[in-house]
Nanobody
Framework: QVQLVESGGGLVQAGGSLRLSCAAS????????MGWYRQAPGNQRDLVAG???????NYADSVKGRFTISRDNAKNTVYLQMNNLKPEDTAVYYC????????????WGQGTLVTVSS
């Protein structure tokens, strides 16, 4: 059994900042890629930012320059620092990780709501 637990969501005014955290726990050998996705009502779930085990990152064009993804491999944790938030960033944010557990499995967190007011 493995799980990802997110924290850090909430309500913030436009221009503000939030930091999301996602910690992995359970029985696994290692974690490969980790990432943050988001889903607004009526929309599909899209990648916001991803990070490889060695720290290479990629971002959606809409968040470049405002969001920063990082990870602490010793703590099996990934972070998303979100600055200059906009109302269009409002969504449920999901953490995801590809874990080595027998084979490679993708695991999802339960999601955390981020609401940006104008």
């Amino acid at each position: 059994q493995v799980q990802l637990v997110e924290s850090g969501g909430g309500l913030v005014q436009a221009g503000g900042s939030l930091r999301l955290s996602c910690a992995a726990s359970g029985n696994f050998f290692s974690i490969n890629d980790m990432g943050w996705y988001r889903q607004a009502p009526g929309n599909q779930r899209d990648l916001v930012a991803g990070i490889t085990r060695d720290g290479s990152t990629n971002y959606a064009d809409s968040v470049k320059g405002r969001f920063t993804i990082s990870r602490d491999n010793a703590k099996n944790t990934v972070y998303l620092q979100m600055n200059n938030l906009k109302p269009e960033d409002t969504a449920v944010y999901y953490c995801s990780a590809r874990m080595v557990r027998g084979g490679i499995v993708r695991v999802w967190g339960q999601g955390t709501l981020v609401t940006v007011s104008s």
